[in-house]
């Protein structure tokens, strides 16, 4: 059988990592796909050192690839939102199967991406969009199609867990790590969508997206980030046996589905609790398996180029099959996606941890008390740090309550004469049911 035409756009990390992987397993790849995949073209805007182009057609111009009518399948690695989405449609437009590992592209014009591609009978594939090199998109849509999904829980975001584990590890400071996360290429092009939790959100919309049936609606996702994350937080929150994660968070309820990203205290003995570095983990409940856990890099070259490069050898498999029985972009058929609610953030429960600082005044602690039990708040668990001040830390774990509830108390304890600074609040989640 004839090879497979890929052409690769953008050179960067994964471009490079799926250039490399592509031909050092070119014999490996055939077995596999049962044809060759030949790199036909590449486009770049700068050379790329580490990659030897010898042999195959280069150009600045990633439209170029999208039109040419040698090639089956385009392969986008240019990131962003914009060109890339024009990049996709026009391939799509000339028939063209799709490859990519752009979960914002996805995550913002995925509905619209994933009708064109049913119009024209083409594949868009994007493993590589979420958790780097861990097959969890194949594992929700394909491993666990007999399951209805309950609930998922991941770290997805690899920049974000690093700096994390550097703090918590080896007190390092919150900077000094982004920057080396962005010398070995994890961190986003703007880092503020690793550290405020925007990269998670896009990766937990497919998620969602997947596991229920549901469009993609990133608009509808809460996200906060971890830079206000301090040292204090990190101690206290060990000191009760749990640790912080950065988590993408969606679960499916009576009243809607949640879709959010923050930082979680979790047992500290949990599986996720102890996923550190790059690495992510996601965490997935259904009705008929229970947990299971998938774990690996979610960032880099290579371990990226690994699910773009699955994904080929998919698209490859599929150009000679059934094109009405293909696996459907977002795991259910197209004419079955639900318009399940996503709930906002105040009608989320959870139980949470609160650091304070008040006056070390006697009465205060049963003042804060009372408002909690007025709305109905359970205390868990308190730490009451003894100072030489006039001010003292207060640490506490609460039930779970409703999120707009939980606002009130803390508007109301906020007030209070006693009550110094801000409050910190974070959310805490057991993972178990
Ligand atoms: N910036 C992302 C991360 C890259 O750190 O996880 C992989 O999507």
Redesign the pocket.
Known sequence: MKPVKVGICGMGTVGGGTFDVLTRNAEEIARRAGRRIEIAAVAMRRPNPAIDTTGVHVTADVFEIATNPEIDIVIELIGGYDTARDLVMTAIQNGKHVVT?N?ALIAVHGNEIFAAAQEKNVMVAFEA????GIPVIKAIREGLAANKIDWLAGI???????ILTEMREKGRDFADVLAE?QALG???AD?T??VEGI??AH?LTILASIAYGIPLQFDKAYTEGISKITAEDVNYAEELGFRIKHLGITRRTETGIELRVHPTLIPENALLANVNG?M?AVLVDGDAVGQTLYYGP???ALP?ASAVVADVVDVVRTLTADRDNRVPHLAFQPAELSDARILPVEEVNSAYYLRLQVAERPGVLAHIARILGDKGINIEAIIQKQVDDDQVPVILLTQRVLESTMNEALREIAALPDTVGEITRIRVEQLAD
């Not at 997805?156 to 690093?162: E, K, L, P």
């Open positions: 590992a979960k969009s979420v958790a780097g997805i975001n690899g920049t974000g867990n690093f996360a994890y961190a986003e880092p969508f690793d990269d998670a990766k790059v992510n979610g960032a880099g990226t």
